[in-house]
């Protein structure tokens, strides 16, 4: 057992205001994918607001990781917005129907209300309760999908693409109606006094150009992102699944705090190209490494991504570089953990 000389909360806060700390901070990328880790089903925690308090409570009393949070999933705002969603017993929500099928029906479309809509409310009682319950020991955050992701299960994300070519403006309203539905859940969960941040998938380059981000998914990105600001005082952090290489330079210039990257995407050059601005997060390899390697492939990339990321200017954090799959033994985890306090003890050494 490697004895820590800061709480995690203590650890936060000090790497935020750019004092020294006793080790990087670790952060893996968990929720709905370590329910079996408590015994319940998927399906069961999507629908409960104590279980995702306990999923987590229970996660940090094991593993003493240095931030907490609740997400709505990919999909949580398009449902309460009319998306048909799926809960699997043991895997993660999944678009069963959009809101909309056709592109007339996009001015119909309801801006949602998160004490009422869909799944929302369950969602901010969880981070309530979560909150109550490690504030004191441990950053609480809320994650969301940015609004192009969140667009993408309100019409299906074929839609999304074909209509982003045949009907522009078309799609420049749902962008509007989507980012304000995002808005009105910021302003609820922002009075829960937790931090904010976005899950972006369906913004990565693997998916659309550069181009396309620029004129369909920033404008209400930085919507978003000012209303964090404005209700929270703090900036967002972002994470990117896939490549995002190409964007990198607009969303850091769109106001986030961090960027998380996938493990698509190299950590050095990350570092290069923005860590001078933002804090950098990543990027072990959640399936590669956690779930199907060894404990010796594990601390070997965790190794890496250490030795790549420490000195980043404005400051890093380890992380996976996407959500630890499904029925990941938590022991896999602990042996994150365990080889992110090895390596990571402040000053890095990098003789090791």
């Known amino acids: 057992m490697i004895r820590e000389e ?6 936060m806060e000090a790497f935020s205001r750019g004092e020294e700390i006793d080790r990087i901070l670790c952060v893996p990328d968990m929720g709905v994918t370590m329910v079996p880790f408590i015994g319940v089903t998927a399906r069961e925690y999507y629908h409960s607001a104590e279980l995702m308090a306990n999923l987590e409570i229970a996660l940090f009393k094991r593993l003493r990781h240095d931030g907490v949070s609740i997400s709505t999933s990919l ?24 809101a909309i099928k056709s592109v007339d029906e996009i001015e119909s479309l309801k801006v949602v209300n998160p004490l009422k809509d869909g799944n929302l409310p369950t969602l901010i009682e969880a981070i309530r309760l979560t909150r109550d319950a490690l504030m004191d020991e441990v950053d609480v955050g809320a994650a969301m999908s940015g609004p192009f992701s969140v667009a993408a299960s309100v019409v299906g994300t074929e839609n ?3 209509w982003m070519v045949k009907y522009p403006e078309r799609v420049h ?21 937790v931090s904010i941040g976005f899950a972006d998938p369906v913004s990565s380059n693997s998916l659309i150009s550069p181009k396309q981000f620029r004129e369909f998914s920033l404008p209400a990105l930085k919507k ?4 964090i600001k404005e209700k929270t005082g703090s900036a967002p952090g972002i994470h990117i699944c896939g490549k995002s290489r190409g964007i990198w330079e607009d ?22 190209i923005m860590g001078d601005r933002v804090v950098i997060t990543g990027n072990v390899p959640p399936v590669e490494a956690v779930y199907s390697g060894s404990k010796e492939d594990i601390f ?5 991504c250490i030795r790549k990321g420490h000195d980043s200017k404005k400051g890093y ?36």
């Open 6 to 11: 800061m709480t995690p909360k203590e650890r």
């Open 75 to 98: 999909r949580g705002v398009a449902e309460a917005m009319g998306a048909k969603v799926g809960y699997p017993d043991y895997g993660v929500s999944y678009l069963i129907e959009p």
């Open 160 to 162: 999304l693409l074909k």
């Open 173 to 193: 309203t749902l962008m509007e109606i989507v980012a304000e539905s995002n808005n009105r859940y910021i302003e609820e969960v922002a009075k829960l006094g």
């Open 224 to 227: 978003n992102i000012n209303k």
């Open 251 to 272: 969303v850091v210039n769109a106001g986030v705090s961090n960027f998380s990257i996938d493990n698509a995407e190299d950590l050095e050059e990350a570092k290069e």
């Open 300 to 304: 070997r990339s965790v190794k890496e």
């Open 317 to 352: 954090i380890l992380s996976t570089g996407c959500q630890i799959p499904m029925h990941t033994p938590i022991e896999k985890v602990e042996m994150f953990m365990e080889a992110g306090k090895t390596y990571g003890k402040c000053p890095v050494d990098l003789k090791y």
